[in-house]
């Protein structure tokens, strides 16, 4: 398999610590059962993941300038797109297939509603440039084949490693803490710089707000559900939402596929109420919004979800959000940052019906839950608001490095488990969020590329270095 490194290479600092990303993960994800199936792609595309330059199977270079608007009905996938190839700027739709040949066997070479396409995007590694993509008046299409290793990164679905002690325990004990606290550091440091330049660049192709609304989504995702939450915030952008916001609530839970006849008839009387409210604004928008054919119904993961993480509660969290946007943007802008007034905004956040249940079909709780907690906060501030801060004011570094670890966070036990298992200052080194994150980045870009079982692992050799 073909598979270029990804593009962005690692900064100087800290190549001596972390190999340029692997393929192998990419591999791994391309084989078959591991695949991110086709909407996660073009959510990755519209997020800008894979970059605006390219080249084409012809080797002409093309930019895009223009992401256009993602389109959930029939007809090419993003519309209203603009691009330059050859010094020429064209406007027209950009269509994502899995392979070159899947434009005739969808019919799109004989589609009228495709005549506009510029650009046919493939994720397929097995064909080659003699299939030619033509609309039905027999123009040719340029092809971009999509670089899927450049573009790879955490999916929310990606495969669990078993949580076996690795080959670096050992080094670990002996280099130290303070160098293993550096390395740790170097990780942290470098998966805010990552994280940064992905928020920056989705706020060029989209701007600030709805940035902000992606990313926020994601992470009320995280972490089983973090995909369809981001196509939520995508099929529904913020502008949409602010627009409407008697119609809101019901937009986001119609169109995440939650107001149906099963959720009604299997209802209480209490749910059924709250439920009737939301389809006397939904049935308005059913016919544009509604999941189902030619639009990919998203696909909600609900195996093994713990009740309080249950998607239905993260999309009221959504909503509540939405409803006070301009609160919330202005406590992230970096003038007016402060952790406690994020704290003190997110306790004051309540729904008359969510506060107090856990999803459309459980029993009301005796008690009321926090729709944005502080494990949910905290998973908000990794991934968004340092990210932001960081990068704007080298002093926020230090207040990041104070937040405690929330403690649901699997993969980053796992990760501690391979590096640190019986380590005896195993709290100093996984008790902060910034050092989870930093354990992410390390499992990510060693244990998930490592198919030695540790035996050609790098890490171990440059840590015993330092
Ligand atoms: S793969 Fe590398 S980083 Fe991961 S546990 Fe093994 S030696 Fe450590």
Redesign the pocket.
């Known amino acids: 398999m073909n598979l270029s490194p990804a593009a962005a290479p690692y900064p100087a600092f800290l190549t001596e610590f972390f190999p340029a990303p692997a393929t192998t993960l990419a591999e791994s994800m391309l084989l078959p059962g591991r695949e991110p199936d086709e909407l996660a792609w073009q959510s990755r595309w519209f997020a800008g993941d894979f970059g605006r330059e390219f080249l084409t199977t012809s080797g002409e270079r093309l930019t895009i300038i223009d992401f256009g608007w993602w389109n959930h009905g029939a007809g090419p996938d993003f519309r209203d797109c603009a691009i330059t190839i050859a010094g020429e700027t064209r406007r027209g739709s950009i269509e994502l297939d899995r392979d070159a040949r899947d434009w005739d066997l969808h019919g799109h070479s004989s589609n009228p509603a495709y005549r506009d396409t510029v650009v046919h995007l493939q994720l397929g590694q097995h064909t080659s440039g003699e299939w030619f993509t033509r609309t039905d008046d027999h123009r040719l299409v340029p092809q971009v084949r999509l670089d899927l290793a450049a573009a790879m990164g955490s999916f929310s679905d990606s495969p669990p490693a078993p949580a076996r002690p690795?080959?670096?325990l050992h080094i670990f004990r002996q280099i130290g803490m303070e160098k293993t606290l550096g390395i740790l550091e170097a990780a942290a440091r470098y998966r805010i710089e990552r994280k940064a330049a992905r928020l920056q660049r989705t706020a060029t192709i989209h701007g600030r707000d709805q940035m902000l609304f992606q990313a926020v989504a994601d992470a009320l995702g995280y972490s089983r559900n973090r995909l369809p939450l981001t196509v939520l915030s995508q099929r529904l952008p913020l502008r949409t939402l602010t627009a409407r916001p008697a119609d809101a609530e019901a937009l986001l839970f119609g169109v995440s596929g939650f107001l149906t006849n099963d959720s009604f008839n299997h209802a209480d009387e209490e749910t059924r109420t709250w439920l009737r409210s939301l389809w006397d604004q939904w049935w308005r928008y059913r016919d544009t919004y509604a999941p189902g054919l030619p639009r990919l119904p998203l696909k909600w993961n609900l195996t093994g979800t713990r009740p309080l993480n249950h998607p239905q509660r993260r999309i009221a969290t959504l909503h509540l959000l939405v409803r006070h946007w301009p609160t919330f943007r202005r406590l992230l802008q970096p003038e007016n940052f402060q952790e406690k007034a994020l704290h003190t905004f997110a306790g004051g956040l309540h729904h008359p019906y969510w506060d107090r249940h856990y999803t459309l079909h459980a029993l009301p709780s005796a008690k009321p839950m926090a729709l944005l907690g502080s494990t949910r906060l905290a998973e908000i501030m990794a991934n968004v608001c340092y990210p932001l801060l960081i990068p704007e004011d080298a002093s926020f570094w230090k207040a990041y490095q104070k937040i405690p670890a929330p403690g649901d966070n699997e993969k980053s036990r796992r990760a501690a488990l391979?590096?640190f298992a019986g380590h005896p200052d195993l709290t100093q080194l996984t008790g902060k969020l910034w050092q989870q994150q930093a354990l992410l980045q390390?499992?990510e870009d060693?244990?998930l590329a490592?198919e030695s079982d540790?035996a050609s692992?790098p890490?171990?050799g440059q840590a015993a270095a330092q």
Do not use: E, N, S, V
């Open positions: 690795g080959r670096c391979r590096l390390i499992y060693f244990c490592d540790c692992c890490m171990p």
